[in-house]
């Protein structure tokens, strides 16, 4: 177990429509990324926050978007959802977010878009 | 284009068959090498950070080695459990690691 949690583990749902993802961190760690990792694809970093703040983007749709809360839980919003999303969507936190530091994932949303 | 390539993409052993699993890697700045085990339908699950060439780490059946292009993750002796994808990532400091695809290892009993 590697302390972080996400919710819900598995989310079936129609195209078109909009979904949140939710990621606890590890306890004390202040970053959290969100990856994408499909069959085609791999792991893909989609963003990173830092304490509340964005601090990198890679490969985000901008149908995606991501917030850090207070409480540094963070959530994943995917809208007009289309077939291709389905997908497995990681959380990872690390301490502090500066990159070369261990980043531990969670056990994953399972997306399957109709 | 930072990338990390993972051989071979499967690889099946008899128990106790030794056995290395290469990944390269053509990232500008590497700043850390990580290896990753996981299982169908989990999250990865962290075993190694490598960080200077020449650096070594075990833990239990598997030992990661680093050199200035590639990175290796030797099983000795390998059991059933062991069966999983092992995914290797670098990191250049911009904090998102970049995967490689994986190598499936499966053992048999």
């Known amino acids: 177990d590697s302390g972080v949690t996400q919710t819900p583990k598995h989310l079936i749902t129609a195209t078109g429509q909009r979904v949140t993802l939710r990621c606890s961190p590890r306890?004390?760690?202040?970053?959290v990324y969100w990856y994408q990792q499909s069959l085609d694809q791999g792991l893909q970093f989609l963003i990173q926050?830092?304490?509340?703040?964005?601090?990198a983007k890679g490969n985000i749709l901008e149908r995606f978007s991501a917030q850090q809360f207070p409480d540094l839980h963070s959530e994943l919003n995917l809208s007009s959802l289309e077939l291709g999303d389905s997908a497995l969507y990681f959380c990872?936190?690390?301490?502090?977010?500066?990159?070369?530091?261990?980043?531990?994932f969670g056990p994953g949303t399972r997306l399957l878009v109709l | 284009e930072d990338q990390v390539t993972q051989s071979p993409e499967a690889l099946r052993l008899q128990e106790g068959e030794s056995s290395s699993l290469n990944c390269s890697y053509t990232?500008?700045?590497?700043?850390?090498l990580f290896w990753y085990r996981q299982d169908p339908g989990k999250g990865p699950e962290f075993l190694f950070t490598?960080?200077?060439a020449g650096e070594e780490k075990e833990k239990e059946r598997l030992k990661a080695t680093l050199t200035k292009k590639e990175s290796f993750l030797h099983i000795t002796a390998p059991k059933p459990e062991d069966s999983a994808t092992y995914l290797c990532?670098?990191?250049?400091?911009?904090?998102?690691?970049?995967f490689g695809s994986g190598t499936r290892l499966q053992v048999q009993p």
């Open positions: 306890s004390g760690d202040l970053s």
């Open positions: 990532a670098g990191n250049t400091g911009r904090r998102a690691l970049t």
């Open positions: 490598l960080y200077s």
């Open positions: 926050y830092y304490n509340g703040e964005e601090r």
């Open positions: 990232v500008s700045g590497l700043r850390g």
């Open positions: 990872a936190s690390s301490l502090a977010g500066t990159g070369v530091e261990t980043q531990y």
